[in-house]
């Protein structure tokens, strides 16, 4: 595919159970950034990863929330124990790397998150 | 810490109508600017970006934005727009891990 992929793309949940979402960006970007968008908060960044490795995850809302990547292509978010407070649609974008012409990030249509 | 306002939640104009959205950021170094758009029901696209040089910059669509550093502005601007310009816009700044921190948007409703 050509843009960033997200799955999935509509989830429902349960207060208190864990849910796992997926980004597989564009091939080839080898940086990827995962965001939240809610009505209240608007777009928040999370977590950025170059490569394998995220070298600051303090952007994460709590110690609920983690993510990997692994193979420097496929991320996945995670959060635990969900809350009502979680519901919001995360995307997921990438891009070539981060020196200046390659620094357009390119987002995934999202998958939104509702906990009950 | 690197903050964006966007002046404006909700703009309503008719068509061929001039429009200008606002867009200040908090930082007073060296920036990268970016303005992204969301169509309804579409995943968020870039329109424009500045990292240096000319301060007037073209996007897409016929849109242009122009850097103020004494203002620490980055408008937004389209000569006349359209029915498919409606939309949600979204004023970026580069933040120190290379995520976008971005305004809280401004809603665009286009009258035909």
């Known amino acids: 595919g050509a843009g960033v992929s997200q799955s999935p793309s509509n989830k429902v949940t349960e207060k208190g159970k864990d849910v796992e979402l997926r980004c597989d960006p564009i091939s080839g970007h080898t940086a990827l950034y995962w965001y939240r968008q809610s009505l209240g908060q608007g777009l928040e960044f999370l977590i950025y990863f170059q490569g394998n490795s995220a070298p600051d995850k303090s952007g994460l809302p709590s110690d609920r929330f983690s993510a990997e990547r692994t193979g420097g292509s496929v991320s996945t978010l995670t959060i635990q124990r969900t809350q009502q407070e979680d519901s919001a649609v995360y995307l997921c974008a990438s891009s070539l790397g981060t020196g200046m012409d390659q620094e357009t990030q390119y987002f995934g249509p999202g998958t939104r998150l509702l906990v009950l | 810490a690197q903050s964006v306002s966007q002046h404006n939640h909700h703009v309503i104009l008719s068509e061929a109508a001039s429009l200008e959205l606002g867009c200040n950021y908090s930082?007073?170094?060296?920036?990268?600017l970016f303005w992204y758009v969301q169509y309804p029901g579409q995943h968020l696209q870039l329109l424009l970006k500045y990292f240096s040089g000319d301060p007037l910059v073209k996007g897409i669509k016929g849109f242009e934005a122009e850097f103020i550093k004494s203002k620490f502005s980055f408008n937004l601007r389209k000569p006349s727009v359209q029915w498919s310009d409606t939309a949600e816009y979204f004023c970026a700044v580069k933040g120190s891990q290379g995520n976008l921190i971005f305004g809280k948007g401004t809603k665009l409703s286009v009258k035909p």
């Open positions: 930082y007073g170094g060296t920036v990268n």
